[in-house]
């Protein structure tokens, strides 16, 4: 500010260190200043109500006393004198009070210093909030685990995410009883899981759990697979066969990609669901069936319904308790835990001791995870495979450049085992596809492949590639 404009300000010297004062002493936060030797020169209310000692404690006497005789416990003043330059550290004060200082020295034009003025901010509510904060996050993380132990002891699931937590929350819920259950959601996030985990804690725990994939299995075969023939019911039925029905009396059935289910199945599931029987292809008799049925799909059976493509009887039948279980990029505190827990399985078993790089987590973590769980693992495993040495790094994740199968080149050397690199090649267009068009019969299709061909090469690659 121009002196001029200072001495149109204040009519004296007085009036303008009255002023001063005056601004100083309204402070909220703390005001202690010092000469060049460390002798208090002026202390504002603000400091004397923080630090609970009196004016005449401080005023006109020396900070090194001061210090000495523990009427302060570190001097930021005495910090900045020897440093030549402005310090900032917290202080607790006999009242209790937390406060951050900040002690800033004045210089004259020789460089010597004049004064070193020190702000004191009493962050004492700050502290307490941030130490309430830290207390209800670790409540709420060992509730939660609390919760994930429960629910998780003896199932093949991880869920370190609450979103999963409370969808794992449902599920044990709906285990104990005894009601249809309808799984939806994405291919890929594990809900064969969620259903092995209510038949793991359901009455039915003794029984079997036999899984049916609706989109493997080829129309013409799908009702004697289910329930069985009788010996002479069509050629080459030689002699009587049960079904998944029968076979799984007293346990659990889970009916995989239901939305695959040819529309005159339909009929006949849910006449079992009804009436609690079936009877054989070729037979006449009814068998009674005492059976638990949990349903999954990818598809939106509502809409099927609207277009005609599903029964609404049978929907609402299956729709008893619907779950649905959300997509990894919704929980992604499972995906850390997920790629721990694969490449330790596979660590296991090829004997290797790979690792992730903190790089490499954080882009898994960040990444979308179209194919969710599924291709999560598939990631982990081909990282396993290909990656150089025993730590994977961000830049070897197949994210932004796609693998490409056969790009591999083998070291000097090294044998190529045709058979190994031609497995290889197929069951990667085999599972792209499934993970394109979320269905087997689909996927099929897009490569000129009857459904149960295409599951019985994916089967045999998978196999293959995990020796």
Not at 48 to 77: A, H
Not at 97 to 112: C, E, M, Q
Not at 185 to 201: L, M, P
Request: glycine share 6%; charged share 30%.
């Amino acid at each position: 500010m121009p002196p001029e404009k200072i001495n149109r300000m204040f009519g004296s010297l007085q009036e303008a260190y009255d002023r001063l004062r005056a601004i100083v002493d309204s402070s909220y936060d703390g005001i202690y200043i010092t000469d060049g030797r460390a002798d208090t020169l002026w202390v504002n209310p603000a400091y004397l109500s923080i630090s609970g000692l009196r004016e005449e404690d401080v005023v006109g006497r020396n900070m090194w006393d001061l210090e000495r005789e523990g009427v302060v416990s570190q001097s930021g003043t005495l910090i900045a004198l020897t440093q030549r330059r402005p310090v900032t550290l917290e202080q607790t004060f006999r009242t209790g009070k937390r406060a951050l200082i900040t002690s800033t020295p004045s210089f004259d034009d020789h460089g010597n210093i004049v004064m070193v003025v020190t702000n004191v901010r009493d962050m004492t509510d700050f502290y307490d909030l941030q130490t309430k904060y830290h207390e209800a996050q670790e409540r709420y993380r060992t509730e939660i685990e609390i919760a994930r132990r429960r629910v998780l002891d003896g199932a093949e699931l991880i869920a370190a995410d609450p979103s999963t937590l409370a969808v794992l929350r449902q599920v044990e819920k709906v285990a104990a009883l005894d009601a249809t259950v309808l799984l939806t959601g994405e291919t890929g996030v594990g809900k064969e899981q969620f259903a092995r985990f209510i038949y793991k804690n359901s009455p039915r725990r003794e029984g079997r759990f036999i899984t049916v994939n609706c989109g493997a299995i080829p129309p013409t075969l799908m009702e004697s697979e289910l329930f069985g023939y009788e010996k002479g019911a069509f050629t080459g039925a030689a002699r009587n066969k049960m079904g998944i029905f029968e076979l799984a009396d007293k346990g659990t059935i889970l009916l995989d990609e239901i939305g695959e289910l040819p529309l005159e199945m339909q009929v006949k599931l849910l006449r079992v669901l009804q009436e609690r029987r079936f009877q054989r292809v070729g037979g006449s008799q009814d068998i009674p069936v005492d059976v638990r049925v949990i349903a999954a799909t990818n598809r939106d059976l509502d809409e099927m319904v609207h277009n005609k493509m599903f029964r609404e009887d049978l929907f609402y039948r299956l729709n008893v308790v619907p779950i649905s279980v959300p997509p990894l990029r919704e929980r992604r505190g499972d995906i850390i835990p997920f790629a721990d827990t694969f490449l330790q399985e596979l660590n296991q078993k090829y004997g290797f001791k790979k690792q992730f790089s903190t790089s490499a987590l954080q882009a898994m973590e960040e990444y979308a995870w179209p194919g969710n769980v599924r291709e999560l693992k598939n990631v982990v495993e081909r990282m396993v495979i290909l990656s150089q040495d025993d730590v994977i790094r961000a830049a070897e994740l197949p994210f932004h450049t796609p693998w490409t199968p056969g790009a591999r080149v083998p070291l000097e050397d090294e044998p190529l085992d045709l058979r190994i690199e031609t497995a290889r090649f197929e069951y990667h267009y085999i599972q792209a596809a499934y993970e394109k068009y979320g269905n087997v019969r689909a996927a099929a299709a897009s490569l000129g492949l009857d459904s149960s061909t295409f599951v019985r090469k994916r089967k045999r690659y998978q196999e293959l590639l995990q020796k």
